[in-house]
């Protein structure tokens, strides 16, 4: 009888604990796969890739355990076995220099690797990476943007867990359509309409009112059209709601310090991706706010641009708002506040000044929209109001009504799009570079 009693200690090092020091000039294990190999005649660099980045492995012809009958290649796995040694010329400082080896895997006898996956940065269209991306991945200026969007999501979770928010799950296959509007992916559930969720606006309000400030990272499907640099027709956001507001200046203050906690953990836990990707994180301090209407006839006069439509913003709008408050000041982010209620949802409050407008924002980044919140209807009785007045029937709302039927505190939230917030970070400009796997409309492999 055996007994599964946990982690074993595992005999492979890491390039972490030979750069924690005490491991120069003694005998390690190390396994990974095999990226590059340089033959210089009598010895061969054999660079190996491990999760933590690149290793320098020197193999001396004739004196490796292990190689009598083997030629290594591109894509192999192996354990080497040799002796730690500094070199200032080598990834991390040190190389090792090897005795033994084994290898762990081969890849196909016939294949080739595809792209040059070892090159600094993959010379190729978005297409051929897109096509071929289980392989292009592999290539660490790829592997670095993905790294970056791990401590964004890291970051959000934590500032909120601190903030006394709770994480919670919901449905991605619902009967109703929270957002308005025909761009959702429709599907037969077992002989009745669904849709894939284009957001979980109805379930995080609900979860308000029982653990008061909630949050969740999952996918959103948007069945649009649209086939530009910055649609995805699967995106991950990042939402989150709460309750006992004072009002919706209350969420943008809440993203704002989520921000500045994000880019601060990005400087700390991730500065080798930052480095290896030339960037220079934007200031969250002091993030200005101005109302749309006011951002739209600043870049009219400044710009010189007539005002097309009075109820949304164009990308070339939000691109010259982005540009306006770069230039007067120094900001790479800014809230657009007030959207006229003609453009937003059901449950976005009126502004009691003025109903034409809500309480709500969007907030740009170098000129682009990654954010979109605001303050909800609360009341039971204005809710419906609003429902009636945009020709839409209570009655095919009954589950979500219940909430406010039964009392809801004042409360709003936000959706962040992960993926075009990692692309205004690392000034990409495609969405779809910051996508591990993109969906649009021509994409659906791999």
């Known amino acids: 009888m055996e007994f599964v009693k946990g982690i074993k200690e595992n005999t492979a090092i890491e390039i972490s604990d030979i750069l924690a020091g005490g491991l120069f000039d003694r005998e390690v294990a190390v396994k990974g796969a095999v990226h590059t190999v340089r033959d210089m005649g009598e010895f061969s660099f054999v660079v190996l890739r491990k999760y933590e980045g690149l290793v320098q492995c020197v193999f001396e012809d004739g004196k490796v355990k292990g190689m009598e009958d083997k030629a290594l290649r591109e894509g192999m796995t192996i354990e080497v076995k040799g002796t730690v040694s500094k070199e200032e010329r080598a990834p991390g400082g040190f190389e090792l220099r090897v005795f033994e080896v084994k290898v762990l895997s081969e890849p196909a006898k016939d294949s080739v690797m595809p792209i040059p996956i070892s090159k600094w940065k993959l010379n190729t269209s978005l297409e051929t990476k897109l096509s071929l991306r289980p392989i292009a991945l592999r290539n660490l200026r790829e592997r670095a943007i993905f790294k970056i969007q791990e401590g964004i999501v890291r970051g959000f979770r934590d500032f909120l867990f601190q903030n006394h928010f709770t994480e919670i799950r919901t449905p991605k296959i619902v009967a109703g359509n929270a957002e308005g509007g025909a761009n959702v992916f429709k599907l037969e559930y ?17 979860m308000v009112g029982v653990y008061d400030r909630v949050f969740e990272a999952a996918p959103v499907f948007r069945a649009e059209k649209h086939n530009t640099t910055r649609h995805l027709n699967e995106y991950t956001s990042l939402d989150f709601e709460m309750g006992y507001i004072d009002g919706f200046e209350d969420i943008m203050n ?193």
């Open 190 to 206: 077992f002989g009745k309409k669904a849709f894939l969720a284009q957001s979980p606006q109805f379930y995080k309000q609900t």
């Open 254 to 446: 809440m993203e704002a310090a989520m921000l500045t906690h994000t880019f601060a953990l990005l400087k700390k836990e991730y500065q080798k991706e930052l480095k290896l990707l030339n960037v220079e994180l934007s200031s969250t301090e002091n993030i200005p706010a101005v109302r749309f209407d006011e951002a739209k006839q600043l870049v009219a006069e400044k710009y010189n641009r007539k005002i097309k439509n009075p109820y949304d913003l164009e990308p070339e709008e939000e691109i010259l708002i982005g540009r306006y408050f770069k230039e007067e000041y120094g900001s790479d982010f800014v809230f657009v506040t007030h959207y006229p209620s003609k453009k937003r949802p059901f449950y976005a409050m009126d502004d009691p000044a003025d109903n034409k407008f809500t309480l709500s924002f969007d907030l740009l980044f170098k000129g682009m929209e990654v954010t979109t919140g605001g303050q909800r209807i609360h009341s039971y009785e204005e809710q419906v109001e609003k429902m009636l007045k945009k020709g839409m029937d209570p009655a095919d709302f009954t589950d979500y009504l219940m909430i406010f039927k039964h009392g809801m505190p004042p409360h709003g939230g936000l959706g962040i799009g992960l993926e075009r917030l990692t692309m205004k970070i690392l000034d990409e400009q495609n969405v779809r570079e910051t996508t591990l796997f993109p969906r649009d409309v021509s994409r659906l492999e791999p």
